[in-house]
């Protein structure tokens, strides 16, 4: 039998029955503290309905978790950590992508930190949220730490069987990442195609700088999009407002 979702999950099955979500992600390193709840707050305001933490290498619990205790004070939302390893595991949020890399090369990124973390998982009293993690070229940063196979850009059925074999272990999400500071996002037929296999939710992320992207992707079936780099170079500007103002649309469609 399926677990019942905890709070965060069933939060996010009840706003995703109204449409399709944004998610804001907000690095530790780079926006501490009190700079990350005023990012976190402006992001809310204009309509984002979760904010990530993560995003630097060798982030600290200590920094995880005094970023998270002000962010959650700031915002209604829930507060969830994008783990790069099990440094970054922290008390103070709501929740955790329990994330495994479907296409590394590091067994280690797939399965065994994950193992070692899960136990402490439970003692924090943390929500898990089992999400299957798929790199599409360029990748990036997070391509080279997490030595990823990346998925060809013209290559939709090597996508759709990472996406499918998600869904079938359990994963409850499958996340697209084309990484950050992507040129480009994720191509719109790639996006497409895993969407015509899944039952579960969809989440896009990497190289989406406004409006445009925003609504392609979104056309093409994507349930959440995720942004970060364009906060930490525009702030919550213009291309950051016209990416929520796409999502808005959808709900309200």
Do not use: C, W
């Amino acid at each position: 039998m399926t677990p019942a979702p905890g709070r965060v999950q069933a939060y996010l099955e009840e706003q995703l029955r109204a449409g399709p979500l944004h998610f804001t992600l907000i690095d530790p390193d780079k926006s501490p503290g009190e700079k990350a709840a005023q990012v976190a707050r402006g992001a809310v305001e204009l309509g984002s309905h979760a904010i990530l933490l993560g995003g630097s290498t060798g982030i600290s619990r200590g920094a995880m978790g005094a970023t998270a205790a002000a962010v959650k004070n700031a915002v209604p939302v829930p507060v969830i950590i994008f783990p790069e390893g099990e440094g970054s595991v922290a008390p103070e949020a709501d929740a955790i992508l329990f994330m495994s890399l479907l296409n590394s090369r590091r067994l280690d990124l797939v399965i065994r930190t994950h193992a070692r973390a899960a136990p402490a998982i439970r003692a924090l009293g943390l929500e898990a949220i089992p999400l299957g993690y798929l790199i599409v070229a360029p990748g990036m940063r997070v391509g080279e730490v997490g030595e990823a196979d990346a998925v060809p850009r013209d290559a939709p059925e090597q996508a759709v069987g990472y996406a499918l074999a998600a869904e079938y272990l359990g994963m409850r999400y499958v996340y697209l990442e084309a990484g950050s500071g992507a040129p480009a996002p994720v191509p719109v037929p790639l996006v497409e195609a895993v969407r015509g296999v899944l039952s579960i939710p969809l989440i896009v992320g990497g190289g989406i700088r406004g409006g445009p992207e925003a609504r392609a992707l979104l056309d093409a079936g994507a349930n959440i999009l995720v942004t970060g780099t364009i906060t930490e170079e525009e702030g919550l500007g213009d291309g950051f407002r016209a990416i929520l103002a796409e999502v808005r649309q959808s709900r309200d469609a």
